[in-house]
Nanobody, 117 residues
């Protein structure tokens, strides 16, 4: 499975960029796509995940500001980020996990989001 992320860049605080990540290859019929982020000097953390059935989970820090969605026909996951804060600055990674059939996790290359105050 290959993941190609796009979006991000330099954004002013309060901005609303959208990240996209397209998965290709051998995609499991039941899978989970997600967004993770890693700030400078920090550990990679989960931001939001969405299953192929549409079930979502969000980190407390982004609830009410970020929305994850997906287009199953395109095997693409999106992260709409609203009301950005400087502390959202990080490299954002998309992740694919096949559930049925099970597969190892795959990661995208990461896209930088920098929020200026």
């Amino acid at each position: 499975v290959q993941l190609q992320a796009s979006g991000g860049g330099l954004v002013q605080a309060g901005g609303s960029p959208r990240l996209s990540c397209a998965a290709s290859g051998s995609i499991s019929s039941i899978n989970v796509l997600g967004w993770y982020r890693q700030a400078p000097g920090g550990q990679r953390e989960s931001v939001a995940t969405i299953s192929s059935s549409g079930h979502t989970n969000y980190a407390d820090s982004v609830k009410g500001r970020f929305t994850i969605s997906r287009d199953n026909a395109k095997n693409t996951v999106y992260l709409q980020m609203n009301s950005l804060k400087p502390e959202d600055t990080a490299v954002y990674f998309c992740k694919y996990q096949g559930i049925v059939p099970w597969s190892e996790a795959y990661w995208g290359q990461g896209t930088q989001v920098t929020v200026s105050s």
